[in-house]
């Protein structure tokens, strides 16, 4: 429940420093719009940035989520339920089983999941298109190389494994440099972000010497993207 703490801590700065997960949800959603789905389960929905993004009319909306902070800024509405519930958990799929959904999107959450392997087995379990965006150990690749600590996500390829031991569709990356005019901006961006799953590793002299000594002016990130067609 750490990260569920560490997303609603942070929950009221999310929409200033999601700037690359709002990317991420714009690309999704080119491919969705192609065949609108006019019933969505969104895993790990957040504040409701997948929700806000649809420019078509819906008719039932399910958002799943554990972090209360988060859930509480979501758009409500007649077609709106919101869950609250960790998706590491197969009691959730048990309560989801009975209802068909046309689409089931996840965006930039599954890298979260202490399980994969089985969440992504009961997703698909769900027999259903889905479009999903997961953030892998390229994202902050040099950082942590200059800091000499380990990733904390999955590398590209263990989580391209689990999708095709799961899916058959095609794999996209999807790479972004965020720059920022100095490292220390970067620093304080990534603090707020809440992007460290709670994980504080560094101190405060380790935190000074790896902003002396990282040798760019951006962050990257790196996502595997996967959208099956209906
Ligand atoms: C980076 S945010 C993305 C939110 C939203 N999908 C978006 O793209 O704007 C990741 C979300 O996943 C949720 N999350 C992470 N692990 C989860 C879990 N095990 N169960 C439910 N939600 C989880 C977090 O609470 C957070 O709201």
Not at 79 to 86: H, M
Request: hydrophobic share 40%; proline share 3%.
């Amino acid at each position: 429940m750490r990260i569920a703490r560490e997303f609603s801590r942070h929950a009221h700065q999310y929409d200033s420093v999601n700037v690359i997960q709002k990317r991420v949800i714009e690309e999704m959603i080119a491919r969705i719009r192609k065949e609108p789905p006019e019933t969505i389960l969104d895993l790990g929905c957040g504040n409701g940035g997948v929700y806000r993004a649809v420019d078509w009319s819906l008719r039932r909306f399910v958002g799943v989520d554990f972090a209360e902070g988060m859930l509480k800024r979501h758009p409500k509405g007649d077609e709106v339920e919101l869950i609250r519930a960790d998706l590491n958990d197969s009691v959730l799929f048990e309560r989801l089983k009975d209802e068909k959904f046309e689409r089931i999107v996840s965006a930039s959450a599954l890298q979260w999941m202490e399980d994969l392997d089985g969440v992504l087995g009961r997703i698909a379990a769900m027999h259903t298109p889905v479009t999903l965006a997961i953030f892998t150990s390229g994202t902050f690749r040099t950082l942590h190389r200059t800091a000499g600590i380990a990733p904390l996500l999955r590398d590209a390829e263990e989580v391209e494994k689990l999708l095709k031991k799961h899916f058959n569709a095609p794999i996209e990356t999807l790479r972004y440099k965020l720059a920022f005019d100095s490292v220390r901006e970067m620093f304080r961006y990534m603090k707020r972000s809440g992007v460290s799953g709670g994980r504080n590793l560094l101190g405060y002299k380790e935190t000074k010497r790896l902003m002396r000594n990282y040798p760019l002016n951006y962050l990257e990130y790196e996502i595997l993207l996967m959208h099956t067609k209906r």
